[in-house]
């Protein structure tokens, strides 16, 4: 179960502690683009999402996008930013997100993973020693799988909250 439970759970990217992070030693953060950043229905970043990333960049963090979405999606979204970012990602499975940390020039300590999915995003964080917080998903996609999914992840969010 530790597997699925993120280091920090948050309402928003935008709430996201910049300095709460650089106390725990973190360096770089991955940031997941569909419901993180924006709605999946979104193709490219807002005003609002443009400043956050430029704070963060700021602040001193390197940034890597990750996506598990189509990597035209990502390259849209990303046309603004012009970050390193990865698409088509499949996480949870490690490559990628191992390929993300090495653009990111971070030790897996020092690198903290944000995004909005449980079984994708906070396990394969988690699985990898990232530091992981999970913000709420901005619209959920509503899929063939999303009760399933919903019902599982609810007992999660219930353990976070012991
Ligand atoms: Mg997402």
Known sequence: MQCFIPKQKIDSVHSLDLKKL???GIRGIIFDIDNTLESHR???PSEKVLSLIENVKNEGFSICLISNGKIPRVELFNRALKLDAIGDAKKPAKKNLKRAMQLLGTSAKETALVGD????DVYGG???GFYTVLVDPIEQ???KFFYVKRF??????KKIKE
């Open 22 to 24: 650089k106390d725990a």
């Open 42 to 44: 979104v193709a490219e």
């Open 117 to 120: 999915q449980i079984f994708t």
């Open 126 to 128: 988690n699985r990898m």
């Open 141 to 143: 996609i509503e899929n």
């Open 152 to 157: 599982f992840e609810r007992i999660i969010l």
